[in-house]
């Protein structure tokens, strides 16, 4: 049985998660830790767990979804999980610190490229990678069909969407995919977004203003 964790981080209250299992086998997704009081919260946890992290998978490469990726990195020593579309969105973080006011170091990690149609697996337990371009250009949805639940980072939020003003964005792209390949799975499905509260695929479908 999968366990989700999540840890609230960085100036944009991102959603970090810890993915894991009972045999203390763990993934973590989207590492957003940017001082030390969070970075602490979320190795202490590991730790008090004795998780066995080995993975980690981003959902989109944007600032506030990886400035605690160099630390995971350098920490667990496992490859990052990635779409490559978002390769050049990782590779503008420097830039993206100086617009948000704060130095941000360039990050050297080693990323394995992640595509629509494979599956990652966690004991077992297999996850569907979806590529769900429109608030990024790499923006990945990570579905566990078995448990019914997704990852879904910026793409689909509790009666929102992702914001598609920024570099690469495009809103009808957003729209048709979430309609297209999220919209179409059990409506129990839940939904751990990038920010925010769970959801349901049920719940958006009737009441999201942006999918009516």
Known sequence: MLQI???VCNFASEN???????????WLIDPGNMNEQETRAIDNFIKEKELNIQKILLTHAHIDHVLGLQWAFDTFKVPVNMHKEDQ????????SGMRFGFPVDPVKVDIVYVNEGEELDLDGEKFNIYHVPGHSPGSVVYHNENQKFMISGDV???GSIGRTDLYKGNYEQLI??????????????QVFS?????????????YNPFLK
């Open 16 to 26: 970090t998660y810890i993915l894991y299992n009972e045999n203390k086998n763990a």
């Open 88 to 95: 050049e969105v990782l590779d503008m973080l420097q830039a």
């Open 156 to 158: 689909l939020f509790e």
């Open 194 to 206: 990038g920010h925010g509260n769970p959801t349901s695929i049920g719940f958006e479908k009737q």
């Open 5 to 7: 964790q999540g840890f």
């Open 176 to 189: 048709d995919g979430i309609k297209t390949k999220l919209f179409v799975l059990d409506p129990e499905t």
